[in-house]
Structure formats: structure tokens, C-alpha cells
């Protein structure tokens, strides 16, 4: 590590210049990288919801499909817009009103449920048909193309104007967080630094970190949008301590040091060491998140673990070449920190260990039935701003069609007429179901399938598989719609074993199933993970259970406050926010725990090694989180996008809350466990060799005053 130290003191400005150049490459590959803006695309591939979106690609040339509305328009007019949107690039078809029946023909003429199906009042229904996936390009261009050519009174709703709505929402205030989390860090480390110019080094070289982080995500293919909207934010968040321990670590060597050069070089190999243990916990974090089957966590958690290694490297390399180019320009900023040692508050919080322990104990089942009550939603497009053209869409078709949702059923082609209808007549029973929309069940049984005209026929039937759409009374992810799905499952499944029921609400469904597994087995891989390597890095039985209890302590408590204050969060949170705060909030514990194992081997009390571990550690732990929270919390404040800022929020307060428990509690866990914690932790011999000195001593001074 000396020989590479000196290396990157030597070639300075090579690297500067570098890392410059990489810039470039990175960039171009930011901007290359697709943006998978459709979540229920990271479901499990073998799952029924999934195999039947292939089979609608595969046969039917679609993957998508949305409801349009129009108001107060003449029926030759609707056939005109409809005729102009089958125009638009990437849409197959329309189905409407004109596809069955001529619109001259007399309306008295037409089957009532025909004329309720696609008009009701002053409004009429289309139902367009994309040949592009949800959320692939063609699709979402369709979209803005198909709102150009309609007036106010027009609405499109479904999932694919969601997904276009949330794009354009992301992509609108993605800047945005990156310059609120910037301006607060700098804020934070201004006030905590003893330079004005250093913060400015600081963000630069983790902000060239980021760069190489997202550019490099073209190798991925392509990323989610909620990894692309919070991952530079979140990684500046967790690797932001790197460059403070660098920066104390070279003003330590600077007074010892014959030049600043020999400082540094010491700087890069003192702070690997110490960044190296914190990196491996917060990565392991990251990684815990690659085992979840809903690959979004696979996504995120290879983009995050990335970008802390990258942090650790531009850390060692970029930041001291930097720090050493402008070394005389941060020394005229130089002035005194604002939060000065801290001395009473440790010599306080060991005298009166006992109250927070007392306190650990009243608050864990306080903490734990609040975790466990805490609700969580599925349906992330009910949450988004009511002005977006897909939320005033879906408003006006629940307002007057009665509906809520769409999905599809696939079944054998080859069903007889007979069996199709009486499956049809089942269905349109269930409770919920609005309307059944398909060959036969348009026309009705009368009407001969033979005279079913070959347009309408072709959109809904391939060489395998029917197309037969459903409209629910009830919203997505909610538990009637899934009751609803069920039954309609189980009937069609009577009929044809091979039959699917796919499509937005169908895939939710499986959302719900899927992410409840995957939440126990990320909590459990995450804390085994993060408890092997406290183990080998402090070399202790008892200490990895003692850790990351406490920052468990420090998680349940985040998230048991949305149950007490009625909020509900966004199911991806509750997976992913466990784990994020273990991996990146444990190294406070580790850090003052390593001073505290010192300090004790180095012939002090339990109390006297706490007092000091607290006095040394307190400012390190208080900046550290600070920073955490400066980068996350102005994200959750101004998003728009209620995914977002519910994750930033929750990982702000949960930096906020692990630092108060590590600084509150751990100590007194010190004090309780101390006997315990030396006799199980290789190293300690000179500790436990000055407790029995002192016990003997003490023993003697009793035994001498008994006989007085």
C-alpha cells in the first residue's frame, strides 16, 4: 500500500487528468443507458403474469394497451380521431364502436351491451393497442403523439401513460435532487470541516465517482427509474465519510510529516485501511439486495455496490491528487469548526448507561409492533400528482365507465363458442367485474361466430390464443381486486388449465407475493452478511450480535413511525430500506467500538474506555450522519414522485435515528455486556489482565480496611 501511496502523490496531475478524460466515456455511456421506467418488468420470468406478457409480444404483436375517453363528441368525429391515432407510430389498432358496427347503422339496432361497452352518456371508449411493450420507447412516444392530435376532452388512461408520466416527471426533477443533496452537503460539511474550499474537493471527486458509476451502467443494458433517480444521491450519501476520514487523517500526518507529500501518502494508506472495513459492511448491504427474486433489487443493488468501490477508489486516487494540486488555496479558507470536541455529553451518557439501556428495553416492542403494523401500497401510479394526464384519465373512467382497472385473459383458441360464452356469463358474475370485452362476448351468443367481422377477429385471436379483455370496479392492488383475479382465475382455469390472466392488476398481484418473500430473505442475508464481517474485522463472538442488534434497534424504530403517524409507504421501501441502513449506518457502531476495544486493552475501566470511545467517536459519527441525511433529505422534501421521496425520507430518518442509538444505547451496552464481550474477543488479554490487578487491588484495600 506504501508503494501505491507514493504513486498517486508522484503522479498527481496524470491522474487529474485521467480521471477528466474517463469523464468523457462515462457520460456518453450515462446517456446511452435505457431508463426501465415499467416495475412490474423486474417480476420473476417464470411466473404465469410474465410468460402470458410474452405470449401478447409473441403472438399478438403487443404488450401494451390503454382506455382512451373522449367527451362530448359526434360519433363521425370519434371515427376520424380514431382513424388519426391509428395513424400514430407503434399503434396496431383501435378498437372502438366503428369496428363492429357501421355508425350510420341506427342505434336503437345495436345490442345494448354492445353500446354500454364502449359508450356511456356524452362519452365514448377506445381501447388502443400498442406493438411495443409498456415501457419500451415506441410505446411512450405513442403516448405524447396520441395526446397531441386529443383535445382537454380527451383522456388516456392505463399503464402506459403512467409510465410516460413518471418518465417525464423523473427525468424533470432527477437534476433536481442532485443539486438539493449537493447544496445541503455543503451546508453540512461548511459547517463542520475547518475548510470552506475543502466540501467543494470533496463533492467534486465523489461527483467524477458517480459520473463513472452511471455511465458504466450501460454494461447493465439498461436500469430501473428509481435506481436512476436516487443512486447518485444515495451515493453520496454513503461514501461521503471516505473523504472526511482522508482529509483528518492527512491534517493528523501533516504534524508529523516532513512535507505535505509524505502526509499524504500516509493519509491514502491510513484511510484505506480504516474506509476498507466500512466499505465491505455497506456493500454487503447492497449485495443482500441482489438476492431478492424481483430483480429491482438486483438492479439496485449491483449499481450501489458499484458506485461505494468506485467512491473508495476516487477517494484514494482523485481526491488527494486534488487535495494536493490546490493544497495552498484550501489553506487560505481555513477557519475553526463550528462543533467543537465533545466531553461532558460521553462523560454523561457512561454515567447514566443504565437509563438508555432501561430505554432499549421500553421502546423494542413499542418499535417491533409498529414495524410489524406499518401498511404499505403496491400501487405506485395511484400516487402520483393528481395533475398528470394519466391520473385525471384514470379519474374520468372510474368516473364514468365504472372502472378502475383492465386486465386480459388468454385462453385456447380452439375453445368451442359454447364453452367461451359460458365462461363469459361466469365471469361478467364475479363481483367487481364491469364488462367482458371479447369475440363472442361483444356480439353476444346470437350472433354467430362465423359472422364476427375478420378486423375485430384478428386483434383479439393469434394462431394459439383468444384475447378477452376485463374492466374491474376496483382499483389496482387492492384486496378485492385480488379476490376478484382469483375467482376469475379459477373459472377460467375450469375451462382451459393453460389459460392466463395477465396484465397490470394480475402482475400487482404477484408483486405482493413476490416481494413478501423476498422481504424476510434481503432482512436475513443482510444481517448475516454485515454480522460475518464484524466478526472478522473485531474478532468476536459477542460483538456482531451486540451491533447489529443495535442498528435492528435503530431500523425497527424507522420503521414503526409511518404506523404511528398514519402514513402509509411504498412496498419497495420496506425491503430495501432495512438493509441500506444496516450496511451504511453499522460503521458508526464499528467505529466507536474499535476505539472502545482499544481503550480497554489499553488499561482503562469499562467506563473510563466508554467515556473516552464516546468523546473520541461522537463528532466522526454526528458528521457522518449528518451528511447522510443532508443528501437524502432534500430529495424526500421536493420529489413529486411519492416512491422517491418516501425511500429518501426514510433513509434520512434512519440516519438520524442509528446515530442516536449508536451514540444513546451501544454505550450502555458496553457497560452491561463488558465482562462478556472480553472474555469472547481475541486481543483483549491486557485488558482482562488489568481487571484482575484491579480486582486484586481492590480486594486488598477491603481486606486491609475490614481488619482496621
Not at 47 to 52: A, D
Not at 121 to 146: C, H, L, P, R, Y
Not at 244 to 259: K, M, N, T, V
Not at 327 to 344: A, C, G, Q, V
Request: glycine content about 6%.
Amino acid at each position: 500500500m506504501k508503494a501505491f501511496s507514493r504513486g498517486v502523490v508522484k503522479f498527481r496531475i496524470p491522474i487529474l487528468i485521467i480521471a477528466f478524460i474517463l469523464m468523457i466515456p462515462s457520460a456518453i455511456g450515462y446517456f446511452k443507458t435505457r431508463i426501465n421506467y415499467d416495475i412490474l418488468t423486474y417480476l420473476p420470468k417464470n411466473i404465469e403474469t410474465m410468460k402470458g406478457q410474452d405470449i401478447l409480444v409473441d403472438e399478438f404483436g403487443t404488450g401494451a394497451y390503454s382506455m382512451f375517453i373522449v367527451e362530448g363528441m359526434k360519433d363521425k368525429d370519434v371515427a376520424a380521431l380514431k382513424n388519426q391515432i391509428e395513424g400514430v407510430d407503434h399503434v396496431q389498432s383501435v378498437l372502438w364502436y366503428n369496428s363492429i358496427a357501421d355508425i350510420s347503422l341506427p342505434k336503437e339496432m345495436v345490442p345494448d351491451n354492445l353500446k354500454e361497452k364502449f359508450q356511456k352518456g356524452d362519452t365514448t371508449m377506445m381501447f388502443i393497442i400498442f406493438d411495443q411493450t409498456t415501457s419500451e420507447e415506441g410505446t411512450m412516444n405513442a403516448v405524447k403523439n396520441i395526446r397531441k392530435i386529443a383535445n382537454k376532452k380527451c383522456f388516456l388512461a392505463g399503464m402506459s401513460g403512467v409510465v410516460t408520466d413518471t418518465k417525464d416527471l423523473a427525468e424533470k426533477e432527477t437534476p433536481i435532487y442532485v443539486g438539493v443533496a449537493v447544496l445541503l452537503a455543503v451546508i453540512v460539511l461548511s459547517l463542520t470541516m475547518d475548510s470552506y474550499l475543502i466540501p467543494f474537493f470533496f463533492l467534486a471527486s465523489i461527483g467524477i465517482a458517480i459520473v463513472y458509476n452511471m455511465g458504466t451502467n450501460v454494461l447493465m443494458g439498461q436500469i430501473s427509474f428509481i435506481t436512476q433517480s436516487i443512486a447518485a444521491v444515495l451515493q453520496l450519501g454513503v461514501t461521503l465519510d471516505y473523504s472526511i476520514f482522508l482529509w483528518h487523517s492527512y491534517q493528523e500526518e501533516r504534524e508529523i510529516a516532513e512535507d505535505n507529500n509524505e502526509a499524504m501518502a500516509a493519509a491514502i494508506a491510513a484511510t484505506f485501511q480504516s474506509v476498507l472495513g466500512s466499505s465491505i459492511t455497506t456493500v454487503a448491504g447492497f449485495v443482500a439486495l441482489c438476492f431478492m427474486s424481483f430483480t429491482i433489487g438486483l438492479d439496485l443493488g449491483i449499481v450501489m455496490a458499484k458506485g461505494v468501490i468506485l467512491g473508495v477508489i476516487s477517494c484514494i486516487t482523485i481526491l488527494p491528487a486534488m487535495i494536493l494540486v490546490f493544497d495552498k488555496s484550501i489553506e487560505k479558507t481555513r477557519h475553526k469548526p463550528l462543533m467543537n470536541e465533545f466531553t461532558k455529553l460521553p462523560a454523561l451518557i457512561a454515567k447514566r448507561y443504565w437509563a438508555f439501556g432501561l430505554a432499549l428495553l421500553v421502546l423494542l416492542p413499542i418499535a417491533l409492533l409498529g414495524q410489524s403494523k406499518t401498511k404499505v401500497y403496491y400501487d405506485l401510479a395511484g400516487t402520483l400528482p393528481k395533475s398528470l394526464p394519466s391520473s385525471q384519465a384514470a379519474t374520468q373512467l372510474d368516473k364514468n365507465y365504472d372502472s378502475n382497472t383492465v386486465y386480459m385473459l388468454l385462453t385456447n383458441v380452439k375453445m368451442s363458442p359454447n364453452a367461451t360464452n359460458n365462461m363469459v356469463d361466469k365471469i361478467q358474475k364475479v363481483k367487481g367485474v364491469d364488462s367482458v370485452i371479447g369475440g363472442s362476448s361483444i356480439f353476444g351468443p346470437a350472433i354467430p361466430e362465423s359472422m364476427i367481422p375478420s378486423e375485430v377477429k384478428e386483434k383479439l385471436e393469434s394462431k394459439n390464443w383468444r384475447l378477452t379483455l376485463v374492466t374491474s370496479k376496483y382499483k389496482v392492488a387492492s384486496d378485492e381486486v385480488n379476490t376478484q383475479i382469483d375467482n376469475v382465475n379459477k373459472i377460467v382455469k375450469s375451462y382451459d388449465k393453460h389459460s392466463m390472466v395477465v396484465g397490470e392488476a394480475p402482475g400487482t398481484k404477484d408483486l405482493v407475493t413476490v416481494t413478501n418473500r423476498d422481504f424476510t430473505i434481503v432482512n436475513w442475508v443482510s444481517i448475516i452478511l454485515v454480522f460475518l464481517i464484524i466478526f472478522f474485522v473485531l474478532k468476536s463472538a459477542t460483538l456482531p450480535f451486540i451491533l447489529v442488534a443495535v442498528i435492528e434497534f435503530a431500523i425497527f424504530i424507522n420503521m414503526s413511525i409511518p404506523y404511528y403517524t398514519h402514513t402509509t409507504i411504498p412496498f419497495i421501501a420496506s425491503i430495501v430500506i432495512g438493509t441500506i441502513q444496516l450496511g451504511s449506518t453499522v460503521d458508526y457502531a464499528i467505529l466507536m467500538t474499535t476505539r472502545y476495544l482499544r481503550e480497554r486493552n489499553a488499561g482503562n475501566t469499562r467506563t473510563a474506555a466508554t467515556r473516552i470511545a464516546l468523546s473520541t467517536s461522537m463528532k466522526s459519527i454526528i458528521v457522518s450522519a449528518l451528511s447522510f441525511f443532508s443528501a437524502t433529505f432534500g430529495v424526500g422534501m421536493i420529489s413529486s414522485i411519492d416512491l422517491i421521496s418516501s425511500l429518501c425520507n426514510l433513509m434520512a430518518r434512519g440516519a438520524l435515528i442509528s446515530m442516536v442509538v449508536v451514540l444513546l444505547v451501544l454505550p450502555s451496552l458496553y457497560m452491561i455486556f463488558d465482562p462478556v464481550i472480553m472474555r469472547t474477543t481475541l486481543g483483549m488479554q491486557d485488558a482482562r489482565e488489568h481487571d484482575r490487578e484491579r480486582r486484586a487491588a481492590w480486594e486488598r484495600e477491603h481486606a486491609e480496611a475490614t481488619a482496621q
